[in-house]
Nanobody, 127 residues
């Protein structure tokens, strides 16, 4: 069982930065692949970024955030991060972190594969 708690959301002007954190409780954090998803009002939840389990050597991003967002993990602190730079109004959404037991070859970009979810943190980017 893994429990996830996000923090770091807020209101920022376009072009600004935020860093989201997701702290996990439970055992063997390093065995889990982790992802960030977001959901804007009236829209479906969408993939943002993911990182593989263990040392997190593999990262994945949706096209719209490549070069602006960076996902990372600190296994010792049981924490997942999402550094968001050059934020745009279209990045406004509730951001969720999620975890799934890491299995080589299993896609990390689909929310259906994730078993554990945080409660979400609001990110609002003003123009």
């Amino acid at each position: 069982q893994v429990q996830l708690v996000e923090s770091g959301g807020g209101l920022v002007q376009a072009g600004g930065s935020l860093r989201l954190s997701c702290t996990a409780s439970g055992r063997t954090f390093s065995n889990y692949a982790l992802g960030w998803f977001r959901q804007a009002p009236g829209k479906e939840r969408e993939f943002v970024a993911a990182i593989s389990g263990w040392s997190g050597v593999a990262t994945y991003y949706t096209e719209s955030v490549k070069g602006r967002f960076a996902i990372s993990r600190d296994n010792a602190k049981k924490t997942l991060y999402l550094q968001m730079n050059s934020l745009k109004p279209e990045d406004t959404a509730v951001y969720f972190c999620a975890a799934q037991l890491f299995v080589m070859g299993r896609p990390l970009t689909s929310y259906v594969n994730y078993n554990y979810w945080g409660q979400g943190t609001q990110v609002t980017v003003s123009s």
